[in-house]
Protein backbone atom coordinates (compact mmCIF):
# COMPACT_ATOMS: atom_id res chain seq x y z
CA UNK A 1 0.00 0.00 0.00
CA UNK A 2 1.02 3.33 -0.76
CA UNK A 3 1.99 5.12 2.71
CA UNK A 4 2.65 8.80 1.45
CA UNK A 5 2.65 11.02 -1.60
CA UNK A 6 4.71 14.56 -2.53
CA UNK A 7 5.35 16.50 -5.48
CA UNK A 8 8.43 17.51 -6.52
CA UNK A 9 9.18 21.74 -5.67
CA UNK A 10 9.22 22.21 -9.43
CA UNK A 11 5.66 19.96 -9.21
CA UNK A 12 6.74 17.67 -12.03
CA UNK A 13 7.52 14.42 -10.56
CA UNK A 14 5.63 12.61 -7.83
CA UNK A 15 7.21 10.83 -5.41
CA UNK A 16 5.53 7.79 -3.18
CA UNK A 17 7.01 5.29 -0.76
CA UNK A 18 5.20 2.59 0.15
CA UNK A 19 4.87 -0.43 2.53
CA UNK A 20 6.83 -2.76 0.48
CA UNK A 21 10.00 -0.69 1.12
CA UNK A 22 9.63 0.99 -1.94
CA UNK A 23 10.18 4.88 -3.18
CA UNK A 24 8.80 5.45 -6.60
CA UNK A 25 9.10 8.66 -8.65
CA UNK A 26 6.44 9.35 -11.73
CA UNK A 27 6.20 12.39 -14.44
CA UNK A 28 3.52 14.05 -13.22
CA UNK A 29 2.10 14.60 -17.44
CA UNK A 30 2.08 11.59 -18.01
CA UNK A 31 2.25 9.03 -15.64
CA UNK A 32 5.50 7.46 -16.20
CA UNK A 33 7.45 5.70 -13.80
CA UNK A 34 10.82 7.15 -14.07
CA UNK A 35 12.60 6.25 -10.78
CA UNK A 36 12.34 2.90 -8.97
CA UNK A 37 14.43 2.22 -5.59
CA UNK A 38 13.41 -1.44 -4.30
CA UNK A 39 14.14 -2.34 -0.66
CA UNK A 40 15.22 1.38 -0.06
CA UNK A 41 14.49 0.78 4.07
CA UNK A 42 14.67 -2.85 5.72
CA UNK A 43 11.25 -1.43 7.15
CA UNK A 44 8.07 -0.21 5.83
CA UNK A 45 8.06 3.44 4.28
CA UNK A 46 6.19 5.83 6.36
CA UNK A 47 6.83 9.10 4.55
CA UNK A 48 8.75 11.44 2.00
CA UNK A 49 9.61 14.76 2.09
CA UNK A 50 11.43 16.28 -0.85
CA UNK A 51 14.20 18.75 0.06
CA UNK A 52 15.36 20.04 -3.03
CA UNK A 53 15.14 18.69 -7.42
CA UNK A 54 18.09 16.38 -6.47
CA UNK A 55 17.50 15.37 -2.46
CA UNK A 56 14.60 13.51 -0.78
CA UNK A 57 14.25 12.21 2.77
CA UNK A 58 12.68 8.92 3.48
CA UNK A 59 11.56 7.65 7.15
CA UNK A 60 10.21 4.17 8.16
CA UNK A 61 8.37 2.26 10.70
CA UNK A 62 11.25 1.37 12.64
CA UNK A 63 12.60 4.76 13.40
CA UNK A 64 15.08 5.18 10.44
CA UNK A 65 15.87 8.64 8.03
CA UNK A 66 17.47 8.48 4.78
CA UNK A 67 18.29 11.51 2.52
CA UNK A 68 18.82 10.33 -1.05
CA UNK A 69 20.91 12.04 -3.99
CA UNK A 70 18.84 11.00 -7.31
CA UNK A 71 22.28 11.96 -9.04
CA UNK A 72 23.93 9.36 -7.40
CA UNK A 73 20.65 7.17 -6.94
CA UNK A 74 21.90 6.52 -3.14
CA UNK A 75 21.25 7.20 0.08
CA UNK A 76 24.18 10.06 1.49
CA UNK A 77 22.64 10.28 4.59
CA UNK A 78 21.34 7.13 7.04
CA UNK A 79 20.47 7.35 10.35
CA UNK A 80 18.30 5.20 12.96
CA UNK A 81 17.73 7.63 15.77
CA UNK A 82 13.97 7.20 17.04
CA UNK A 83 13.03 3.90 18.65
CA UNK A 84 9.36 4.46 16.70
CA UNK A 85 7.83 5.15 13.31
CA UNK A 86 9.05 8.38 12.11
CA UNK A 87 5.54 10.11 10.97
CA UNK A 88 6.22 13.48 9.09
CA UNK A 89 9.13 15.31 8.59
CA UNK A 90 10.35 19.52 7.96
CA UNK A 91 13.35 21.07 6.56
CA UNK A 92 14.21 24.92 7.52
CA UNK A 93 14.31 27.28 4.30
CA UNK A 94 18.23 27.07 4.05
CA UNK A 95 17.77 23.21 3.09
CA UNK A 96 20.32 22.85 5.60
CA UNK A 97 18.47 21.46 8.93
CA UNK A 98 15.90 18.06 8.47
CA UNK A 99 13.17 17.81 11.80
CA UNK A 100 11.71 14.56 12.10
CA UNK A 101 8.46 13.31 14.48
CA UNK A 102 8.24 10.33 15.73
CA UNK A 103 6.19 7.93 17.10
CA UNK A 104 8.39 7.93 20.11
CA UNK A 105 7.41 10.99 21.36
CA UNK A 106 10.95 13.00 20.14
CA UNK A 107 11.93 15.28 17.47
CA UNK A 108 15.08 14.57 15.94
CA UNK A 109 16.93 17.10 13.79
CA UNK A 110 19.72 15.79 11.40
CA UNK A 111 22.52 18.34 9.30
CA UNK A 112 21.68 17.46 5.90
CA UNK A 113 24.95 19.62 4.68
CA UNK A 114 27.11 17.53 7.40
CA UNK A 115 25.83 14.45 6.77
CA UNK A 116 25.06 13.76 10.17
CA UNK A 117 22.24 13.76 13.51
CA UNK A 118 22.29 16.59 15.88
CA UNK A 119 20.29 15.49 18.62
CA UNK A 120 16.78 14.17 19.88
CA UNK A 121 14.38 16.11 21.94
CA UNK A 122 13.19 15.21 25.28
CA UNK A 123 10.36 12.79 25.13
CA UNK A 124 6.39 14.17 25.18
CA UNK A 125 3.80 12.35 26.00
CA UNK A 126 2.27 10.57 23.30
CA UNK A 127 3.58 10.19 19.52
CA UNK A 128 4.58 12.99 17.69
CA UNK A 129 2.50 12.88 14.56
CA UNK A 130 3.64 16.11 12.92
CA UNK A 131 6.34 19.16 12.42
CA UNK A 132 5.87 22.47 11.23
CA UNK A 133 7.86 25.55 11.21
CA UNK A 134 6.40 28.52 12.01
CA UNK A 135 7.23 32.63 12.89
CA UNK A 136 9.80 32.47 9.92
CA UNK A 137 11.48 29.63 11.03
CA UNK A 138 11.42 30.97 14.79
CA UNK A 139 9.48 28.24 16.15
CA UNK A 140 8.75 24.43 15.34
CA UNK A 141 5.15 23.36 16.35
CA UNK A 142 5.26 19.58 16.43
CA UNK A 143 1.26 18.09 16.62
CA UNK A 144 0.94 14.68 19.42
CA UNK A 145 -1.74 11.74 19.43
CA UNK A 146 -2.66 13.46 23.26
CA UNK A 147 -4.41 16.18 21.39
CA UNK A 148 -1.47 18.73 22.13
CA UNK A 149 0.91 21.18 20.19
CA UNK A 150 4.42 21.29 21.57
CA UNK A 151 6.66 24.32 20.62
CA UNK A 152 10.13 24.23 20.66
CA UNK A 153 12.20 27.84 20.12
CA UNK A 154 14.55 26.97 17.06
CA UNK A 155 18.32 25.97 18.21
CA UNK A 156 16.47 25.42 21.12
CA UNK A 157 15.36 21.69 20.28
CA UNK A 158 16.14 19.77 23.49
CA UNK A 159 13.40 21.17 25.39
CA UNK A 160 9.75 22.55 24.51
CA UNK A 161 9.48 26.33 24.97
CA UNK A 162 5.83 26.00 25.12
CA UNK A 163 2.73 23.62 24.55
CA UNK A 164 -0.89 24.07 23.60
CA UNK A 165 -3.85 21.74 24.14
CA UNK A 166 -6.21 21.89 22.05
CA UNK A 167 -10.05 20.67 23.37
CA UNK A 168 -9.36 17.59 20.78
CA UNK A 169 -8.99 14.07 20.61
CA UNK A 170 -5.51 14.12 19.07
CA UNK A 171 -3.64 15.79 16.27
CA UNK A 172 -3.01 13.34 13.77
CA UNK A 173 -1.91 15.89 11.03
CA UNK A 174 -1.25 20.00 10.83
CA UNK A 175 -0.33 22.05 7.55
CA UNK A 176 1.23 25.60 8.15
CA UNK A 177 -1.51 28.37 6.57
CA UNK A 178 0.62 31.72 7.41
CA UNK A 179 3.63 32.35 9.49
CA UNK A 180 1.22 31.71 12.81
CA UNK A 181 -1.64 29.63 11.96
CA UNK A 182 -2.29 26.05 11.46
CA UNK A 183 -4.94 23.29 10.12
CA UNK A 184 -5.08 20.39 12.42
CA UNK A 185 -6.66 17.55 11.52
CA UNK A 186 -8.14 15.12 14.31
CA UNK A 187 -9.72 11.82 15.15
CA UNK A 188 -13.10 13.26 15.63
CA UNK A 189 -12.75 14.27 11.81
CA UNK A 190 -12.88 17.65 13.04
CA UNK A 191 -10.11 20.50 11.16
CA UNK A 192 -9.23 23.26 13.64
CA UNK A 193 -7.70 26.30 12.35
CA UNK A 194 -5.27 27.23 15.44
CA UNK A 195 -3.18 30.40 15.69
CA UNK A 196 0.31 29.91 17.58
CA UNK A 197 1.36 32.50 19.95
CA UNK A 198 -0.75 33.79 20.84
CA UNK A 199 -2.05 29.89 21.49
CA UNK A 200 -5.87 30.27 20.36
CA UNK A 201 -8.05 28.13 18.37
CA UNK A 202 -9.49 30.12 16.09
CA UNK A 203 -13.05 27.91 14.96
CA UNK A 204 -13.60 24.78 12.65
CA UNK A 205 -12.55 24.87 8.84
CA UNK A 206 -14.64 21.58 8.40
CA UNK A 207 -14.99 18.56 8.91
CA UNK A 208 -15.46 14.59 7.97
CA UNK A 209 -18.34 13.94 10.34
CA UNK A 210 -16.74 11.46 12.73
CA UNK A 211 -14.27 10.03 10.44
CA UNK A 212 -10.74 10.31 11.51
CA UNK A 213 -8.61 12.55 9.00
CA UNK A 214 -5.42 11.01 7.43
CA UNK A 215 -3.59 13.99 5.89
CA UNK A 216 -4.57 17.54 4.57
CA UNK A 217 -2.56 19.81 2.45
CA UNK A 218 -2.90 23.27 1.15
CA UNK A 219 -2.62 24.48 -2.29
CA UNK A 220 0.32 26.58 -3.15
CA UNK A 221 -1.73 30.15 -3.31
CA UNK A 222 -3.12 29.42 0.19
CA UNK A 223 -6.43 29.34 -1.01
CA UNK A 224 -7.71 26.21 -0.42
CA UNK A 225 -7.50 23.56 2.27
CA UNK A 226 -7.93 19.88 1.03
CA UNK A 227 -8.64 17.18 3.36
CA UNK A 228 -9.02 13.28 3.44
CA UNK A 229 -10.45 11.19 5.83
CA UNK A 230 -11.62 7.58 6.22
CA UNK A 231 -14.50 8.07 4.80
CA UNK A 232 -12.77 7.53 1.55
CA UNK A 233 -13.62 11.35 0.43
CA UNK A 234 -11.18 14.35 -0.78
CA UNK A 235 -12.60 17.93 0.53
CA UNK A 236 -11.74 20.92 -0.82
CA UNK A 237 -12.43 24.23 2.18
CA UNK A 238 -12.13 27.61 1.45
CA UNK A 239 -9.24 29.54 3.94
CA UNK A 240 -8.04 32.52 1.74
CA UNK A 241 -9.76 34.68 4.94
CA UNK A 242 -7.59 32.94 7.82
CA UNK A 243 -5.09 35.01 6.45
CA UNK A 244 -6.40 38.61 7.47
CA UNK A 245 -7.58 37.11 10.54
CA UNK A 246 -6.30 39.29 13.64
CA UNK A 247 -5.77 37.47 17.23
CA UNK A 248 -5.49 39.71 19.79
CA UNK A 249 -3.67 39.00 22.86
CA UNK A 250 -6.17 39.24 25.47
CA UNK A 251 -7.97 36.19 26.08
CA UNK A 252 -11.76 37.06 26.33
CA UNK A 253 -13.34 34.20 28.58
CA UNK A 254 -16.04 31.97 26.87
CA UNK A 255 -18.52 29.23 28.16
CA UNK A 256 -16.02 25.87 27.91
CA UNK A 257 -17.10 23.99 25.55
CA UNK A 258 -19.37 25.71 23.59
CA UNK A 259 -19.06 24.93 20.16
CA UNK A 260 -16.07 25.89 17.93
CA UNK A 261 -16.86 29.08 15.62
CA UNK A 262 -17.36 28.45 12.14
CA UNK A 263 -14.34 29.56 9.98
CA UNK A 264 -16.19 28.37 6.39
CA UNK A 265 -19.20 28.51 4.97
CA UNK A 266 -19.51 24.41 4.70
CA UNK A 267 -18.45 24.62 8.34
CA UNK A 268 -20.82 23.29 11.30
CA UNK A 269 -22.73 25.87 12.54
CA UNK A 270 -22.51 28.18 9.99
CA UNK A 271 -25.53 29.47 8.24
CA UNK A 272 -25.39 27.09 5.12
CA UNK A 273 -26.61 23.92 5.73
CA UNK A 274 -23.20 20.98 6.25
CA UNK A 275 -25.12 18.52 3.77
CA UNK A 276 -26.29 21.32 1.35
CA UNK A 277 -23.93 19.91 -1.72
CA UNK A 278 -25.06 16.35 -1.07
CA UNK A 279 -28.43 17.43 -1.21
CA UNK A 280 -28.12 19.49 -4.02
CA UNK A 281 -26.56 16.64 -6.20
CA UNK A 282 -29.06 14.10 -4.99
CA UNK A 283 -31.95 16.45 -6.13
CA UNK A 284 -29.88 17.31 -9.55
CA UNK A 285 -29.70 13.42 -10.19
CA UNK A 286 -33.47 12.61 -9.13
CA UNK A 287 -34.30 15.57 -11.75
CA UNK A 288 -31.81 13.65 -14.45
CA UNK A 289 -33.44 10.34 -13.72
CA UNK A 290 -37.19 11.73 -13.90
CA UNK A 291 -36.67 14.15 -16.98
CA UNK A 292 -38.13 17.05 -15.24
CA UNK A 293 -39.13 19.98 -17.08
CA UNK A 294 -40.49 22.13 -14.54
CA UNK A 295 -40.07 26.24 -14.87
CA UNK A 296 -39.24 27.72 -11.38
CA UNK A 297 -41.64 30.64 -10.61
CA UNK A 298 -39.31 32.25 -7.95
Not at 101 to 128: C, H, W, Y
Not at 195 to 210: A, D, E, S, T, Y
Request: proline content about 3%.
Amino acid sequence: SCRDVAFSPDGQRLLTVSKDKAIHILTVEDGRLETRIAKAHSAALNCVLPIDQHLLATGDDGGELKVWDLRKGEAILESRQHEEYISAMAVDGNKKILLTASGDGTMGVFNIKRRRFELLSEPQNGDLTSVALLKRGKKVACGCSEGTIYLFNWNGFGATSDRFALRAESVDCMVPITESIVCTGSLDGVIRAVNILPNRVLGCVGQHLGEPIEQLAVTPDGQLLASCAHDQKVKFWDISSLGSMVVDEYRKKKKRGGPLKALTSKAPGSGEDFFADLREEEEATAEAATGSDSDDSD
